[in-house]
């Protein structure tokens, strides 16, 4: 039926409506984000006017200081810490109302960028849903006692993090403002429809499909150890090199946590959500791709029977572009030994598959491209599932890499997992520490520890209705994973030279 009047002057508002929406949104992240950089700018300068009691280059440790004054009672010490607080306390007021204001203005660009997500946005707190649920102030760990480490280490921590967490470093981070614990967003499963029109006939229209995501906030943490004489006698006695030493350890611990439990989380009991809850490929948590080729003598292209890991990994791609209905900005996240293997593939001639790729070309991180898409390698992805226990996430990281290894029966195979990092989502809080030496005391040592409130979200993007066996109504589609071969596996390490 036609249109009236009034429904073409209600759409022509909406859409005036949603047009200056965008036009705020993007004025208030822009000054948001002038803002912060204005305030990193004021803390470098105030460095240079007033040097801090704790600073690069420094003549004091405050490992060390914060050593001597817990263990020893040294009041010289405790003057320094003293006067730290008061540095820190002007400082971190400040941090804290621009990582407030940028965290509104990042998270209504981000998920309300558009017009179905602007209309879930807005059904969303309609309803009475605060996208930052607020907690209160305890005498937990980094509420009410923390210890904030100098201003110049903080702001190390970016660069520390990325080495040690490919994976998490390349979701989609947004900044978790002070005193929330959860993250709540509008969670599209479809979006609004397009289609022709007949000359004065209806235009097409189909309701959003929208819920509701949650991410809790967790606590990550990260612990080093020193001995009261290495402090004392080495190289803690002689200034700032400490700190960058002990501070490189712990947040390169951290980081390599949040990576595992954004790959293997089960987004409970302390635990962000990860692409494998648990350690669990299914459909029911995300696409899954089963290379179920068991010929024996396969490479990475050609099978003697069936079809290659390369088709597979073909079809791994198609699903997420279909199911998701993007083809852009994908990325494969592979352990380094997978991506060796595909590199050492040859032909009937002997030939390299993999000719040598100009890594200039490619952003930090890139190890090539796979079918056009960039390969990043990470370490934590573990090695050994098939087994009766899937790999998991125990309460500290396992040496150097965070799961702990699947085991029993099968434990053997690497997943291949794609992604669409713009659709993973990470709220990242200030990085706070405290030191407890009552822990080791017996052993003349301290332990100092780092801990960082974070919230994870892979799963805003989700399938309308399941799609075989590759994925289920409501699974994840913002990332899919090509698993094992079964018995002939090309993805299996033990025994492959690698």
């Not at 690069?56 to 003057?79: C, M, P, T, V």
């Not at 949650?214 to 990550?220: E, G, H, L, Q, R």
């Amino acid at each position: 039926m036609p249109r009236s009047e009034e429904e073409i002057v209600y759409t022509t508002r909406r859409l005036a409506d949603i047009q200056e929406h965008e036009r705020r949104m993007a004025a208030s992240l822009n000054q948001a984000l002038a803002e912060n950089r204005v305030l990193k700018k004021h803390i470098a300068g105030a460095q240079v006017r007033e040097p801090l009691t704790y600073r690069e280059g420094g003549e004091f440790s405050f490992f060390y200081d914060l050593a001597r004054a817990r263990r020893r009672n040294d009041k010289r010490a405790q003057a320094r810490l003293d006067q730290h607080k008061r540095e820190i306390d002007a400082e971190l007021p400040r941090r804290a109302e621009a990582r407030a204001r940028v965290a509104s203005a990042q998270y209504e660009a981000t998920f309300a960028a558009d017009q179905a997500g602007y209309e879930a946005l807005e059904r969303m707190t309609s309803a009475g849903v605060n996208p930052f649920e607020r907690r209160a102030i305890t005498r937990t760990v980094g509420d009410g006692g923390y210890l904030a480490p100098p201003v110049y280490l903080i702001d190390r921590y970016v660069p520390f993090a990325r080495e040690a967490s490919p994976f998490a470093s390349m979701w989609t981070t947004l900044e978790l403002p002070p005193k929330t614990s959860e993250i709540n967003v509008p969670r599209l499963a479809l979006g609004a429809a397009t289609g022709p029109q007949t000359d004065a006939g209806a235009a097409p229209t189909r309701d959003i499909q929208d819920s509701l995501v949650s991410a809790p906030v967790k606590t990550i943490a990260g612990i080093a150890d020193a001995s009261i004489q290495w402090l004392e006698q080495g190289q803690g006695a002689s200034g700032y090199g400490v700190d960058d030493m002990l501070f490189a350890d712990l947040t390169v611990d951290l980081a390599t946590n949040v990576d595992g439990q954004c790959l293997l989380g089960s987004g409970s009991g302390g635990q962000l959500l990860g692409v494998w809850p648990s350690g669990a490929i299914a459909a029911a948590n995300g696409i899954v791709n089963a290379d179920t080729n068991n010929a024996s003598g396969q490479s990475w292209t050609v099978a003697s029977s069936g079809s290659s890991l390369h088709v597979y990994a073909a079809q791994t791609v198609s699903l997420l572009r279909r199911l998701r209905a993007r083809a852009d900005s994908l990325a494969w996240h592979w352990h380094p030994w997978a991506w060796s293997l595909y590199t050492a593939q040859v032909d009937s001639q002997g030939r390299p598959l993999v000719l040598g790729q100009d890594l200039t070309r490619f952003p930090a991180g890139v190890a090539g491209t796979y079918q056009n898409i960039p390969v990043y390698c990470d370490s934590n992805i573990p090695t050994t599932f098939g087994g009766t226990q899937a790999p998991f996430i125990g309460t500290i990281t396992n040496g150097q890499y965070a799961a702990n290894a699947g085991s029993g029966s099968g434990a053997s195979y690497t997943p291949l997992l794609l992604s669409r990092p713009a659709d993973l989502y990470i709220f990242s809080g200030e990085i706070k520490m405290q030191i407890l030496s009552e822990v080791l005391s017996g052993t003349g040592q301290v332990r100092f520890q780092v801990f960082q409130y974070i919230a994870a979200m892979p799963n805003r993007y989700v399938a309308a209705a399941a799609t075989g066996s590759n994925v289920s109504a409501g699974g994840d589609v913002a990332h899919a994973t090509l698993t094992w071969q079964e018995s002939n596996s090309l993805l299996i390490l033990s025994g492959s030279g690698y």
